[in-house]
């Protein structure tokens, strides 16, 4: 500790240095006789002590230049007793304490510099708390042991709109919704001590704030409650969000659903029914329909559907794109369902605005419907088309496939019953699978080619194989689909010759060559006699299932087959004995002797053979092609009832016109298909002509193979002249794409439901601004009546407002009226139950009161006369309530022709409820007063984070000030585990032992890492709960380290600066500090003289450098611009920066600087330029402590100069006094020497000479003391 000592009396001095050292042993006292000392040590000391009469100066001069160099400097005065005015000025100017000079007053100067000192400090730590905490974002609360306020900092009139003057003083029931909950609340955390909890407060509107709240009791040392205060962080946002997931989760089971549905229901009309059904199931939607082909389907109320749907056709044109309509008090969402050609609309009723996430997902529920609608209209047009393909292809006795490059492609049922193979095993597979050599397959691809050169038909005999390894003999026809680019494909008919090539043979060969033929059949021959077989061949015997003849030769064929099959046959056999008939061929289903059952192509004649009939048959295998035709069935089916089914409009269409469109096509444009598909009927007669240039440019785009978008809307023109908006999707078939098959959907109702949905939309929109944004109840009252009357269309409407005073309910906003009904009914309105107004009734019952018809109200029967001027019909009248408080009434008044529905009543509710809270807010803002602060205890154990996580890491609940300190979004953060942040993990395994160990932890200080890699400090305080759970408040202190840390750099400056008058010491001393405390490479010093700048000091800079800019012109270069602006500049990348000079940056090859200038007293000295030879190396903090440490550099400057003129001003004093002395002592010695010599010789004269000698030692007094004190007296 270190003391000031002004006291020029030596015994006071010393009386007052015995008791300090008694009570400070290690106390430097530094004793002051000059006002160059006084300087010297001011910054070094902790405390002044001076008297009021100092021979230099005097105690009140000392006092106001101590308070000006440091305002928290303590000073304690002593003076005499009696001379009050001395006290009361000196109080004025600051002085912290005084003793009075005698011996027992100086006894308590130890206390009163204890005192002035500990004061001192306190002052300092608060001031510096106090502005934390005002600069808070959650709003703190502290109120005394009785409930009354206290406190509350401007977080407060932020969150809730309370002045804090009109809070304190009050009870904290003012911003309590239940009292008694809130006094549960208060009474557990006497209870448990520090607590947090969720719950609602009350602003000024009377609105219902959900908070998050963390209090904390303050408490003397026997355990009395002093204050409490509460940390309350507002959670309207987070609880807003977590309604809206919630509804969105909503929308998403919805749509889970009719995925779900849509996969299994086959029948359009169902399937929509269903989906209305489940969207109409989400909490807020009144109602659903969908609008499809002229149909209507719905869930909910089936009227308001039907006047929903009247006042979408009356708003005229239906949107391509979704809208939202306001209607009844609702909200419409239009949504068309145009993907693919399909054209419809859902339409959704709600009771709240849409938020754009539920748009976007309701639109994906249109988007899914359009497809279920396509997928149903496609199976239909498909399954047509495939019936017939059937018919034809599988009436060719030939075999006919399709080839890109010799790769099979798609092929008919002759060709696979030629080959053996399934459409599977051939589909994408070189035709190389079919030939029986290399050489083979070259052979005819040569032919092909040479054919295809030639612009011709290739045919060509060759010989393929098939799945089971056999061949047969084949005529190909080949043709490519494009003779000018064969690449694109080619159509192949293959006759099977096999059978007309054994007849030649046999015609040519003998028996054995037959018996051989047969015997390499790959179909199963026999003859037989009777019923039983005297000959199979080899691929009989693979047929039914055995190795040897000796096998089969003894069974009855017969008892292969099913009963009535064999029966059939039986019959046939009888006939062809007689010579009725010559062959049969069949199909039917046998048994092999290994019991498998197949199906078998049999074909057999009448033959002689050895003179006697016999039966010669033909068997082949049929199982595989029976499989494939039977999946190729079920898959035409699937298709054709999707396309005949769905709900979009499907159609294919040429540059001849339209080729097929689908039932949804006939019933979206009125047209019977017979129309659409006649030659005259033209495609742009359903366009809407503003929109046939879009098309024509589509189409254009489609045959240039540019992009086009996969969904465009445009409106097309029914048969009945109504206009359809229609949202459609194209793809181009055949070749070249000259067919297009394209699906429209018809999502007319859907825009026109968007229109109507933002209309209802911008009510909640108003409303919510209302209330935020008005400041009294009339202006609340105002805004919102504005709202009711554009957006509801009401005729009349007036709010009145309870005065309690006067105990009358008070018109304060109204519209509509005219000028004679207005004085009439708006008029004040005495709270009494005889009172026949329905207003007080009302307000009265604080129950909705509803009128049906004024006309013939009797109560109110002396208003007839204007209710029947006006066709007044409906009243309708709303108290306006919060918790049983009853704050006005809010009427609306219908003629007959708008009346009330229900959707209009219940918005009405709404709103009602919504100004309620309003109105309790703003009047509850009114009542409160401005607080005493109390920041210490209270800062001491303020937060910004709250949190909950495990022991080992997880995040269970955070609030938003915790991931803005981590630098995370708070979803992002719940994600993570707490682990990841810290920067040194042993400071966590510390902190959680710890906790175990004590089960609390208090302002624990520790490094985190955020989520941009930056370090961030923070102070922590936390507690263990029950199930391993961390409950804690953290403080992010970086700032203050950072302002710790600046101090510090101030104050080793400061440091070097004291004691110091020489200027160039100065300098030297201060750049040295700064470049080394910063870690920066070099610096420059420059003093201002008039215009120019003179570099006075440099350190780390070039000798080039210093020779070349000794003087500059103010305004040049950095330094230059600094001075002559009085701002500071940051140079972040010399390689980015323009305001660098090339040449100082070659020469000190430096990246980064930071220039500021020394300004006392609005007076600029010159200015400070530091460099790094690192980019981005300087950053604004940096500034600002140079700024700071050049601010102190300018007052020791100014010190130094103070210094030099005192200097001057004492060496004129001391020759002053020589001069003095010399001309005034030695005129005087003289006379009084003569004097002297006169009085030894004249006796008679010694009374007067004696008296000049008086007189001459009191002139020599004086003197002296002028010229040793200063001071004229003897």
């Known amino acids: 500790m270190k003391l000031m000592l002004i006291i020029d009396d030596l015994n006071y001095k010393s009386l007052a240095i015995r008791y300090l050292k008694e009570k400070f042993p290690y106390a430097e006292i530094i004793e002051i006789r000059n006002q160059k000392q006084f300087y010297s040590a001011f910054d070094d000391v902790d405390a002044i002590i001076t008297d009021y009469e100092i021979e230099w100066t005097n105690g009140i001069k000392i006092l106001i230049e101590a308070k000006k160099r440091n305002p928290f400097m303590p000073v304690i005065m002593i003076t005499e007793a009696g001379i009050e005015e001395v006290v009361i000025e000196a109080i004025e100017h600051g002085l912290d304490d005084y003793i009075l000079k005698t011996k027992e007053y100086f006894a308590k100067l130890p206390a009163k510099v204890k005192k002035s000192i500990e004061n001192e400090r306190a002052r300092k730590r608060e001031k510096m708390l106090s502005s934390i905490v005002e600069g808070a974002k959650e709003a703190v609360v502290s109120v005394d042991a009785k409930g009354k306020i206290i406190y509350a900092n401007k977080a407060v009139e932020e969150i809730f709109g309370w002045r804090i003057e009109e809070l304190v003083g009050k009870h904290m029931s003012i911003m309590a919704i239940d009292a008694k909950e809130q006094k549960k609340q208060f009474e557990k955390v006497l209870q448990e001590g520090w607590t947090r909890f969720e719950t609602f407060r009350r602003d000024k509107k009377g609105n219902a704030i959900p908070v998050s709240m963390t ?111 306001s209607f009844n008090e609702s909200y419409i969402l239009e949504c068309p369902i145009t993907k693919n050609g399909i054209n419809a609309f859902l339409y959704v009723f709600h009771s709240e605005e849409f938020n754009d996430e539920e748009l976007k997902l309701l639109e994906e529920v249109s988007g899914d419907i359009a497809f279920a609608l396509y997928s149903l209209k496609i199976e239909k047009t498909l399954k047509k088309e495939e019936e017939l393909r059937k018919a034809v292809l599988s009436a060719s006795p030939v075999g006919i496939g399709f080839t890109i490059n010799r790769i099979l492609g798609w092929a008919n049922e002759t060709m696979y019953r030629m ?102 059949s790959m179909d199963g021959i026999f003859l037989a006699k009777g019923y039983k077989l005297i000959y199979a061949n080899p691929a009989l015997l693979k047929i039914l299932g055995v190795k040897s003849f000796d096998e089969i030769k003894d069974i009855n064929m017969l008892n292969l087959l099913q009963k009535k099959d064999a029966e059939r046959i039986e019959k046939d056999v009888e006939k062809a004995l007689k010579g009725e008939i010559e062959a049969r061929r069949y199909e039917v289903k046998a048994k092999r002797l290994d019991s498998r059952e197949i199906f078998i192509e049999l074909a057999m004649a009448r033959v002689m053979y050895e003179g006697k009939p016999h039966a010669i048959g033909i068997v082949r295998d049929i199982t595989e092609k029976k499989k494939m035709e039977s999946a190729l069935r079920e898959s035409e089916k699937r298709f054709r009832n999707l396309v005949e089914n769905a709900h979009d409009a499907i159609y294919i269409i040429t540059s001849e016109g339209f080729e097929y469109v689908n039932p949804a096509f006939e019933k979206l444009t009125g047209y019977k298909s017979d129309e659409i598909l006649g030659a005259k009927f033209n495609f742009k007669k359903l366009i809407h002509p503003d929109d046939i240039k879009l098309i024509e440019q589509r189409e254009k785009a489609r045959r240039e193979g540019k992009k086009i978008p996969e969904r465009y809307e445009f409106r097309i023109i029914r048969k009945d002249g109504k206009i359809r908006t229609v949202e459609a999707s194209t793809v181009g078939i055949g070749r070249e794409g000259v067919k297009v098959i394209g699906m429209l959907r018809d999502v007319t109702e859907r825009i026109k439901a968007e229109e109507k949905i933002k209309k209802l939309s911008d009510l909640h929109y108003f409303t919510g601004k209302s209330i935020n944004r008005s400041k009294t109840v009339k202006e609340l009252c105002r805004n919102l009546l504005k709202s009711i009357k554009e957006i509801i269309e009401v005729d009349y409407a007036n709010i009145f407002i309870y005065d309690e005073n006067k105990n009358i309910l008070k018109p304060v906003v109204f519209y509509g009226y005219p000028e004679d009904f207005m004085k009439k009914v708006m008029i004040d309105y005495e709270v009494d139950e005889n009172q026949p107004w329905e207003a007080v009734k009302s307000f009265l019952e604080k129950k909705d009161r509803y009128v049906k018809d004024l006309r013939k109200h009797k109560p109110l029967s002396f208003n007839w006369d204007i209710y029947e001027k006006y066709d007044v019909k409906e009243l309708y009248t709303l108290p306006l309530t919060t918790k049983k408080k009853v704050y006005g009434v809010l009427q609306v008044i219908n003629d007959s022709r708008n009346l009330l529905t229900e959707e209009k009543i219940a918005l009405l509710k709404s709103i009602r409820d919504e100004l309620s809270a309003g109105i309790a807010r703003i009047i509850a803002e009114e009542e409160i007063r401005k607080a005493e602060e109390k920041y210490r205890n209270l800062v001491e154990n303020a937060v910004e984070g709250i949190y909950r996580t495990t022991v080992d890491g997880k995040v269970l609940e955070i609030n938003t000030a915790v991931a803005k300190i981590f630098g995370y979004t708070p979803e992002e953060f719940l994600k993570i585990n707490v682990k990841k942040t810290f920067k040194n993990i042993e400071r966590r395994k510390e902190f959680i032992e710890k906790l175990r160990k004590e089960g609390e932890v208090r302002n624990f200080e520790i490094e985190y890492i955020r989520k941009d890699g930056k370090t961030v400090i923070a102070r922590e305080s936390a507690r263990l709960i029950k199930g391993g759970i961390i409950e804690g408040i953290i403080h992010d202190v970086t700032q203050e380290k950072e302002y710790e840390r600046k101090l510090e750099v101030m104050a080793e400056i400061s440091n ?130 140079l700024q700071a440490i050049a601010n102190q550099i300018a007052v020791a400057i100014n010190s130094a100069n103070l210094v030099e003129k005192v200097s001057k001003a004492l060496e004129k004093e001391k020759e002053f006094k020589l001069k003095t002395a010399h001309y005034f002592f030695n005129p005087i010695c003289i006379a009084k020497g003569f004097l002297e010599l006169a009085l030894e010789e004249e006796g008679d004269r010694k009374d007067k000479i004696l008296k000049a000698i008086n007189a001459i030692n009191r002139v020599e007094r004086v003197v002296k003391n002028v010229t040793q004190k200063g001071e004229i007296i003897e």
Request: charged content about 40%; some cysteine.
């Open 215 to 325: 209090v904390i009791p303050f408490k003397d040392d026997k355990g009395n409650l002093l204050f409490s205060s509460a940390i309350m962080i507002d959670m309207r946002e987070q609880k807003k969000y977590e309604e809206k997931i919630k509804h969105l989760n909503e929308i998403l089971l919805a749509i889970r659903k009719i995925n779900q549905f849509i996969t299994k229901e086959k029948d359009e009309e169902k399937l929509l029914q269903k989906i209305c059904e489940i969207l109409y199931k989400v909490k807020g939607h009144k109602g659903v329909c969908i609008l499809y082909d002229r149909e209507i389907y719905g869930a909910g109320n089936k009227r308001e559907c039907e006047k929903m749907m009247n006042f979408i056709e009356e708003e005229g044109k239906k949107k391509r794109k979704i809208t939202i309509h």
């Open 419 to 520: 080959i053996g193979y399934t459409p599977e095993e051939t589909l994408g597979k070189s035709s190389r699978i079919l030939y029986e050599s290399d050489e083979e397959y070259e052979r005819v691809g040569k032919e092909i080619e040479k054919a295809f050169k030639e612009k011709r038909t290739a045919e060509i005999e060759t010989k393929w194989r098939r799945k089971d390894g056999s061949t047969f003999d084949c005529l190909l026809n080949v043709h490519p689909i494009n003779p000018e680019k064969p690449e694109e494909g080619a159509v192949a008919v293959v006759i099977d010759v096999t059978e007309r090539k054994n007849l030649i043979k046999k015609l040519e060969e003998s028996e054995e060559k037959y018996r051989t033929l047969a015997e390499k």
């Open 1056 to 1185: 070097m600066l004291i004691g110091k008058i020489n200027i160039d010491e100065i300098y030297e001393k201060s750049l040295k500090g700064i470049i080394k405390t910063l870690g920066a490479d070099g610096g420059v010093i420059f003093e201002k003289e008039k215009k120019y700048l003179y570099l006075r000091k440099s350190y780390g800079i070039s000798n080039e450098y210093c020779s070349k800019h000794k003087k500059l012109l103010l305004g040049e270069h950095a330094v230059g611009i600094s001075a002559k602006t009085r701002k500071p500049i940051l140079i972040k990348d010399s390689k980015k920066d323009d305001r660098v000079t090339p040449d100082v940056v070659k020469s000190e090859r430096y990246r980064s600087a930071m220039v500021v200038p020394i300004i006392f007293e609005k007076r600029v000295m010159g200015s400070i330029g530091i460099i790094s030879r690192k980019p981005n190396y300087f950053s604004e903090k940096d500034v600002s402590t």
